[in-house]
């Protein structure tokens, strides 16, 4: 359990050990209402923060969110009437929350002349997560999803309740049923026959936004034309801007496939859910249920279906497989360090013993044109323990508590995103942020790319996937910590310590040697057990996943843990400014998502289908 109390004072905010009554910055009051104990911060919106807690008052202290009503609208009557609206929701959450996919209502009360929302949290990862982590939907996860969102949102809009924000973040697959949950019902609206014409606050996400709900009307069919939108986005991984041609008047999804397989029926059935004339659109959940049943009824589950020979026809119904390549094989130098004067992490620096030998693993190379290239090393799956031991000299409250994690076969860039990589793909087509082609503050072509933001980080891989047809990304926190130790379980995959002959970093308490105050061309060093190069060191390096502030609850897959709540992204690997301590296998760092610095930068990584070595 997340041992952590925040303040819920606005103007605080500061975390407090467990078992304080009393914030130790301002004085404020910390359990509130004597029951719930503010754990976490998830994020911010228009009405206000929202918290993670614990729920004191059940036996298991179950976790809850908590959404503390502090808007930020300007002025005597726009408090009012965002004021009138929490409470609104209050009210909607109440009766919505009876159904068992969307989050209960719990409580709603009043303290220190501030609203609170209590509900039910919800433990899993958002379909936009999974999209992060695994790649692009099939026809047939497309068609489930359907099928079950639209049960929940009948539900919804029989009690005259239009969403308005229907988006893959706002969609949770709940990780002890599998059940999708429809949450974020904050910008929802209750439909009455005296207000149908009224035009209102344009409130949605834009991307997913039907073309009415942006002019402030929206209808119940804006939902529909939403799921649509959140459908294509999940099967091309592409932004929904860029799925739409206004020069043509429609939608242009299937130019971005590549090589995933979508059938007639169902390409249909997703341009009628996401027609921007809302007339041309089904009108009822109802009618796409109908559709969808119907057509879902040729795809009848394995144990009714009888193998036929093969033909075209039956290939093209069947989800499509990851790309297969080719790989080779490649040698590599590699290290271990053994320290015989026992003392941290080696202070003196007079007694270690470097032993180098070679290592063999197998790649696939990425051409990116004009010569450039990215080595892809592929990573094989296993079981590892993620975080540090009580023991670890200089460790962090944050990396614990160790647990099992098992991860699938995946491939990672043998090294950091080069500069002449970064310029390369910065040159592709924009996906949705613009990227400056020559950003860093250390210049050579093959020094790694830093002063890049996580945003531009995925901007970069969105470019590269376009470009080849595969899904790049950045890694998982748990991918990358199981790819840097490589099987090892001491402080660094070198052993116990580390020298300025094996890393770039800041010396001080190591073993004393060259401080180089920059960085260094990717590849200098020996690389890791499984081949790959500067995963300690160097820079720091973005990962998916946002920041938690323990590993309670973590994912065991290997997944990226996102919920869409944090404000900070994980960073992993130390850099040449930092102590060895900071450059430890199971150090852990943050970032907001667009900050860049001198000593942030990135690998990719991409999941394939198993490799034939050549």
Known sequence: MMNIIYCLNPDCLHPNPDNSQYCQKCGNKLVLTERYIPRSILGQGGFGRTF???????????????????????????????????????????ELGKHPQIPELM????????????????????LQA??????????KQIRELLLEILEILEFVHSKQVIHRDIKPENIIRCSSNNKLFLVDFGAAKVVKQQQRTATETIIGSAEYCAPEQSMGKPFFISDLYSLGVTCLHLLTGISPFDLYSPLEGEWVWRDYLNGNVVSDELGNI?????????????????????????????YPSPPSIQTPPPSPTSIQTQPPSPPSIQTQPFEFETATITVTNKGWFGRG???????????????????????????MVKIPGGTFLM??????????????????VTIRD??????????????????????????????????????????????????FCARLSRKTGKTYRLPSEAEWEYACRAGTTTPFYFGDTITTDLANYTYRSAPKGEYREQTTDVGKFPANPFGLYDMCGNIWEWCQDEWHENYNNAPADGSAWLSYYYDFRLL?????????????????????PYAAYGRFGFRVACRCAAARTL
């Not at 409580?107 to 958002?126: H, K, M, P």
């Not at 809302?278 to 959940?285: C, G, L, N």
């Not at 470097?354 to 004009?370: M, P, Q, V, Y």
């Not at 310029?423 to 592709?428: G, L």
């Open 270 to 298: 997703l341009n009628k859910l996401a027609h921007p004339i809302a007339k041309h659109r089904f009108q009822s959940v109802a009618d796409v249920k109908q559709q969808a049943e119907r057509k879902s009824s040729k």
């Open 349 to 375: 620096g007079k007694s270690y013993d470097i032993k180098r030998r070679w290592g063999r693993a197998e790649s696939f190379t990425e051409n990116l044109g004009n010569g450039v290239v990215i080595d």
């Open 387 to 404: 975080g540090s031991p009580e023991n670890e000299p200089g460790r962090y409250d944050h990396e614990s508590p160790q647990h099992s």
């Open 107 to 126: 409580a709603y009360f009043i303290v220190d002349n501030r609203q609170y929302l209590v509900q039910e949290f919800v433990q899993g990862n958002t």
């Open 572 to 592: 992993r690997g130390g850099s040449w400014l930092n102590i060895p301590v900071n450059c430890r296998s199971a150090v852990r760092n943050y970032g907001k």
């Open 410 to 459: 995946f491939f990672m860039g043998k090294f950091t995103v080069t500069q002449a990589q970064w310029a390369a793909v910065a040159n592709f087509d924009q996906v949705k942020i613009d990227l400056n082609r020559d950003p860093s503050h250390f210049k050579g072509a093959n020094r790694p790319v830093e002063t890049v933001s996580w945003n531009d980080a995925v901007e």
């Open 52 to 94: 993670i807690a614990t729920d004191q008052y059940k036996p298991s202290q179950p976790y809850c969110v908590i959404k503390q009503f502090l808007p930020q609208a300007q002025g005597t009557d726009s408090i009012e009437r965002a004021s009138q609206l929490f409470a609104q929701e209050a009210q909607r959450l109440e």
């Open 130 to 139: 999974e999209l992060d982590n695994n790649g692009v939907f099939s026809e």
